[in-house]
């Protein structure tokens, strides 16, 4: 259970490491992050609520942690861990890809 946290925590990190790059002013970025997160959270909470197809939340970290799978099963999904992997992986490429367009050379 606590690995799964540790693996949203990271994804949810890194996706916000990528977006990041593309905001210049920090405190706007914070804020506009802050609010995305949020959002997230709360758009998987209102997904779950309405019992939709796991397909319609499979691209939202949130979605991905269950620590009540967890304490039933013993363990998590590997499916979850690999895919929270998976966005952190994606995430942090994107980001260092536009990171380094960023730039200037001396």
């Known amino acids: 259970m606590c690995i799964n946290c ?3 925590a990271v994804a949810v990190g890194s996706i916000n490491l990528a977006a990041s790059v593309w905001i210049n002013d920090y405190s706007s970025g914070v804020r506009i992050l802050l609010a995305v997160v949020v959002g997230l959270f709360f758009a998987d909470l209102g997904i779950r609520i309405a019992d939709s197809p796991y397909t319609a939340r499979f691209f939202n970290p949130f979605s991905h942690y269950d620590p009540a799978y967890a304490i039933k099963n013993g363990g998590m999904p590997a499916g979850s861990l690999l895919t929270l992997l ?3 992986a994606v995430s942090l490429i994107v980001a260092v ?4 367009e960023k730039q200037m050379e001396t």
Do not use: P, V, Y
């Not at 890809?97 to 380094?100: A, S, T, W």
């Open 86 to 88: 998976l966005m952190s």
């Open 6 to 8: 540790f693996l949203l």
């Open 97 to 100: 890809k536009k990171f380094e």
